[in-house]
């Protein structure tokens, strides 16, 4: 049984915990379910994003990415932009409008990945989409 249940608008996706980030799982984990708007990314390709502003758990950097698959979730924990949770479904290079970022890799997606293009394309033409991340 997967980890976490992902469901964007109706598209329905499950994940794994990342083993090589405990850190980060047990600083999210009181945080589910997380209840947000998912939308585009400006600068990192085709990925979507979960904004926290302040509100950031204090891990550090942890199993950490710049160019994660599609499906892999990070989760931005630094000072040099806004916490944030990555999402992408297509090709992505982590950035931001100071430059390139590194986030935590925290989760993969292990179910919907056919649904991955069809979030990207409705975040992207139909506006932002509301996303929950919750524990199975």
Not at 47 to 75: C, K, M
Not at 86 to 109: D, Q, W
Request: net charge negative; hydrophobic share 40%.
């Amino acid at each position: 049984m997967p980890d976490l249940h992902i469901t964007v608008g109706d598209l329905r996706f499950s994940a794994d915990w990342e083993d090589a980030a405990p850190r980060t799982r047990a600083a999210l984990e009181p945080w589910l379910p997380i209840r947000s708007r998912l939308i585009h990314c400006k600068w990192s390709g085709e990925s979507t994003w979960i904004p926290f502003g302040d509100r950031r758990p204090e891990v550090g950097y942890e199993n950490h990415n710049a160019h994660p698959a599609p499906g892999q979730l990070l989760i931005y924990t630094g000072y040099i932009s806004e916490c944030e949770i990555l999402f992408p479904y297509g090709a992505c290079s982590f950035s931001s409008r100071v430059g390139p970022l590194a986030g935590n890799h925290f989760a993969t997606i292990v179910g919907g990945h056919e649904h991955l293009a069809e979030m990207g394309r409705r975040v992207l033409w139909e506006g932002a989409q509301e996303i929950e991340i919750s524990a199975t």
